[in-house]
């Protein structure tokens, strides 16, 4: 009786380990509390970036990767902004600027301001393609790729040189046939002829008509006489 007493007294190992771990899956409120806290301390201490799903942040989580990315591209964005720099231009030409104009063709051309005044002029006389087929030319010169130079050859020709085209530009024969040439192998001088020819029509017919009218002679009107400061 003795000796049954002692061994009932003791727990082999094994058995003792499975009453252990019955306790723990055992369901108790004390097992749920601690188990809720134990994630709710998860939650606070969790980086803010961390995802729903994983309050971890293990380095597998994708969530994370994502944000970071968006956040890098934001400050990018917000560092090309802040680079780029802030140009103001006065909102008409200054007097000795309208001038300029009265001096030659060649200044009033060249001058930003001076072709957006003579192209209001044009559109009076309904002959604004002139200048902006001359424009055109001026800007297929400074393309240096092959693609877009073909292409853009193509259009210039639809639109100021085709006769079904309604901005068709004045251009004699011999012109028309060295432009027909050229279009067989289009390049940045395509229509270098025409534009000369365009030129020349401007400066000799139009500029003279445009510097006695009264468009300008308003635009020089205002010039010299600025409107006084108002007061406060």
Partial sequence: MGSERVEMGKRPPQEAGNAAQTRIIAPSNTHVRDSVNTHALGWLNAPPNAC??????????????VR???????????????????????????????????QSFEHLIKS?????????FLKTEFSEENLLFWLACEELKKETNRTVVEQTVK?????????????????????RDVINKNMMEPTSQTFDDA???????????????????????????N????????ES
């Fill in 223 to 230: 010039l010299e006489t600025p409107d006084p400061p108002s």
């Fill in 52 to 65: 729903c799903f994983c309050w971890c942040c293990c380095c597998s989580c994708s969530c994370l990767t």
């Fill in 195 to 221: 534009q000369q020819q365009i030129y020349t029509l401007m400066q000799r017919d139009s500029y003279p008509r445009y510097m006695n009218s009264s468009m300008y002679a308003e635009l020089m009107k």
């Fill in 68 to 102: 970071a990315s968006k956040d890098e591209k934001n400050q990018e964005r917000m560092c090309e902004k802040q680079m780029e720099p802030e140009v103001e231009e006065p909102p008409g030409p200054t007097l000795d600027e309208a001038r300029l104009w009265a």
């Fill in 112 to 120: 930003a301001r001076g072709r957006d005044h003579f192209r209001q």
């Fill in 155 to 175: 259009q210039i020709y639809e639109d100021y040189i085709s006769i079904l085209s309604p901005r068709e530009v004045s251009l004699d024969s011999r012109v």
